[in-house]
């Protein structure tokens, strides 16, 4: 009765400001190139950055502005007020994007953004449990409205064998066995509730890298996948953005770990290989030595665009 009780939706908080920074923000906004106006899809609205720069650009964007995250799209909507007449918001997953865009936006898109990074509010705020440097219950969840199965829930039903192959699947855990087994010892003596809990156990099986990269990075990670079926519905946004934008349109993404990248670069790469797309980004671009001084956070991240053919439907 704990673990569903702490499984269950809890209620939406105010939202605040957002303390997060978008991350290659100028570059995303010389991509995507605003200014011409149009038709714009932001997948990932977060704490509004991205959106806000493009709606600043040009008196002629519109915007779709989506999250998966109700308190996010909370803070959007704050951010993006100044232009509420020229944006739209949706609380929705990549995968609903084809369904819950307007019929006449269809295939008349001028740009679509997604940024697949965890936000610095969710990572901040300890009751969302994302941040192994922070003590909350073992959450995870994206969505917390609509989603029912938290990280709590998922270690206290899955297998040894399950837990193993999210560690060496979305973490590339190297000490995957181990952790997973360490795991379900533990929870024979009791149930893994808190972030500290998970945080402790994985740091007392894991050698700490030379580098200092803490011992439960990976099996965060891990988890948060699992718990979202985060590759799942980045798969499902690169499948449906092609035939969603217009000849001259643009589908720029940033991902954080290689996981998404090689998803995303081996999308874009058909793309271009059939002809229809051509490559913006010449491969990936990342994040110069003044915005890594200024937000150490975009460290790992890698922006890639590409560009429909004008006369390509």
Not at 122 to 145: C, I, Y
């Amino acid at each position: 009765m704990i673990l569903l009780s702490r499984a269950m939706p809890r209620p939406l908080r105010p939202s605040g400001p957002s303390r997060h920074e978008p991350v290659l923000l100028r570059e995303v906004v010389e991509l995507l190139a605003p200014e011409r106006g149009g038709l714009f899809l932001d997948a990932t609205v977060g704490g509004g950055g991205h959106a806000a720069a493009l709606l600043d650009a040009s008196p002629e964007v519109r915007l779709l502005a989506v999250d998966r995250d109700a308190e996010a799209l909370a803070r959007a909507r704050e951010r993006l007020a100044p232009w509420a007449d020229r944006v739209e918001f949706r609380h929705a997953p990549f995968s609903a994007v084809p369904e819950l865009l307007p019929p006449e936006w269809r295939g008349h898109l001028a740009g679509v953004l997604a940024d697949f990074g965890v936000s610095s509010d969710q990572l901040e705020d300890p009751d969302r449990g994302f941040s192994f440097l922070k003590d909350g219950p073992l959450d995870m969840r994206m969505d917390a409205t609509l989603q029912k199965t938290s990280a709590a829930k998922l270690l206290a039903t899955a297998s040894e064998d399950e837990i193993e192959a999210w560690l060496r699947d979305y973490g590339e855990e190297r000490y995957a066995r181990r952790i997973a087994h360490g795991l379900v010892e533990a929870r024979r003596r009791g149930p893994l509730l808190r972030t500290s809990q998970l945080t402790d156990l994985v740091s007392r099986i894991v050698p700490r890298a030379p580098r200092g990269v803490h011992p439960a990075t990976r099996t965060f990670q891990a988890l948060r996948i699992a718990v979202n079926r985060e590759l799942d519905e980045i798969d499902a946004l690169l499948r449906a953005v092609p035939p969603l934008l217009a000849p001259g349109g643009v589908f720029a993404a940033i991902s954080f770990h290689s996981l998404e990248d090689r998803r995303v670069k081996l999308s874009f790469r058909n793309e271009v290989r059939s002809g229809a797309f051509e490559d913006l980004s010449r491969g990936c671009i990342r994040p110069g030595p003044e915005e890594l001084r200024r937000n150490p956070r975009a460290r790992s991240s890698r922006l890639r665009a590409v560009r429909r053919h004008e006369g390509k439907e």
